[in-house]
């Protein structure tokens, strides 16, 4: 088989589009600073151009374009093409694909950026060789997608991999975005952190976080991780009650899925074993002994292009190059 | 395809034995007390001549016996056929394939009890007709099964679906038998209902618990949901405070799993409504809105019949006639 695919990072603040040949290795980037506010056209007209930018960069004629790959924030239909409601996009019910196919040569394929990022894990970064294996997003948020038997695992309406809002302690009277209390991601993401940061001082506490920022307010996950690497005993203790958090989840999972590998991206790695090491040692704890004996807690190794390298993935997978 | 084939389902306490058609229909039944005590060539023995017992019952030749299938408490390694330990059976890293197959002229394929039951639901129970769903048994500890594509979902060494084991809440200090805390099945089971009665009552609460048993040990699950069904204030707290947690853990599966279907079966479903009502209310609740507008959540329809029958299931699935 010959030709190229196109994958596409759209988020609320940048579209990162990229072209890779069918090997999945990338040839040409493009970054644009989505126009979010400016509704649905103007976002298809800026995809479309950024397809036309890394074409012209590779110099490759837009008919060898065999697919494009969109990663996109959901909820969504897969199958159809349709956003239906992203907030930071203002997107609502908008049949992407559709958009973006009457527009180009190629057949357009969308996906939940969190799945989207799992593909790219699986085939291009850490699950490799890997059948069986969840990836988890930690940032701002929590997400996550579910691979099994090779193939991402949807679910009956698009929604499998909401691992953010599975409630992990509800005695907690933190409330979550969705509405619920003790979410996952209300209580271990880095917003988590950046809160807890912010309470500690408020509260009084003695600690280096105040020196890294110029107001109480500047407080986020970054900043406390960084003082926790600096011993700052504060921020230590938050790692360690989010890290028991995401830990508690992790084990969760691995006893429900009983996966080969949990791969774990987002910002919030970036603080590295602080995060990673104790993670493995409550799944050793806590899950039980034959799915914790043979599940391989990981990082991330695409880092920040995950999601383009993801919707390349997804374009691969549906024209049956990866396999 | 003509023939026959056999399902096992092998307890600590029975062996329910059946003949079926290539259709699932029974033909004929075989019910022994296992032989616990006496060790693995017992109970293989045992097995062996309840097979003999429905095909001499049906009048069949075993010759015609297509494929066994042994529903059996885990863990366990499905595609070897070895039970690695279980402690109320005595069987520690018995290949009961290979002892089987030795004495039988039609191949066997073993099961984990709870996948097995997950299975005989899918195929001849609530779940027909549905391609993703979570099969939830609910008595003296909490299992399940997770059907994906029509299919049973393993994981990496036959573990998936160790959902008694999912941390519900991490502040209860009540000890799992695994040895963790908060597990679900500690604080959700058949066998943490009973308890929570015996609790109430040695703290003097006065209930018409007292008035169903001769002695407070003798409270158990089924004590409390009788004295809830009678309105008892002290029984229906303890329902409520069950229920929670069995709505939580239920919706923690929705959200990460968003299957059509969860079926709920096990000795504490036999309070019905009761049980079932609030766990579709929480599931509602605390649910995202995608995953929970698309789940139906419904009560099994086996009965005791489903371990024999998931075997029966199983063993079809294995010679491909349910596909």
Not at 19 to 44: C, D, F, H, M, V
Not at 106 to 120: Q, S
Not at 159 to 181: F, K, M, N, R, W
Request: one cysteine or more.
């Amino acid at each position: 088989m010959e030709g190229y695919v196109v994958g596409v990072d759209l988020g609320g603040t940048k579209i990162l589009t990229a072209l890779a040949n069918l090997e999945g290795r990338i040839l040409a980037k493009s970054r644009q600073l989505t126009k979010a506010k400016e509704g649905p056209e103007a976002i298809i007209n800026q995809i479309v151009a950024s397809i036309e930018e890394v074409t012209g960069k590779a110099n490759i004629d837009n008919s060898k374009i065999r697919a494009v790959g969109v990663g996109c924030p959901g909820p969504l239909n897969v199958e159809k093409g349709i956003i239906y409601n992203t907030p930071n996009l203002n997107l609502k019910n908008v049949n992407i694909k559709e958009a973006l196919e009457a527009k180009l040569t190629a057949p357009v394929f969308i996906e939940n950026d969190a799945n989207a990022a799992a593909l790219g894990e699986k085939w291009f970064g850490a699950g490799q060789e890997r059948d069986n294996l969840i990836y988890i997003t930690i940032s701002t948020g929590i997400g996550g997608g579910i691979i099994i038997n090779r193939r991402l695992y949807h679910g009956a309406n698009d929604s499998a991999g909401e691992i953010g809002h599975i409630v992990i302690d509800p005695t907690l009277d933190v409330e979550c975005g969705c509405g619920d209390q003790g979410c996952w991601e209300a209580i271990a993401s880095g917003t988590a952190i950046g809160r807890l940061g912010r309470e500690a001082i408020k509260q009084g506490k003695q600690s280096k976080m105040t020196d890294l920022v110029s107001e109480i307010e500047e407080i986020d996950g970054a900043t406390v991780t960084k003082a926790a690497a600096n011993a700052d005993k504060v921020a230590l203790g938050i790692i360690e009650r989010v890290t028991n958090y995401l830990g508690i989840g992790v084990a969760n999972l691995v006893n429900i899925l009983n996966p080969e590998m949990v791969i774990i991206g987002g910002g919030v790695t970036k603080a590295g074993k602080m995060i990673l090491e104790p993670i493995r040692e409550i799944v050793a704890e806590r899950a039980l002994d034959a799915p914790a004996g043979v599940v391989e807690i990981v990082s991330a190794e695409l880092g920040d292009d995950v999601g383009v390298i993801g919707a390349i993935a997804k374009a691969l997978v549906e024209i049956g190059v990866l396999l």
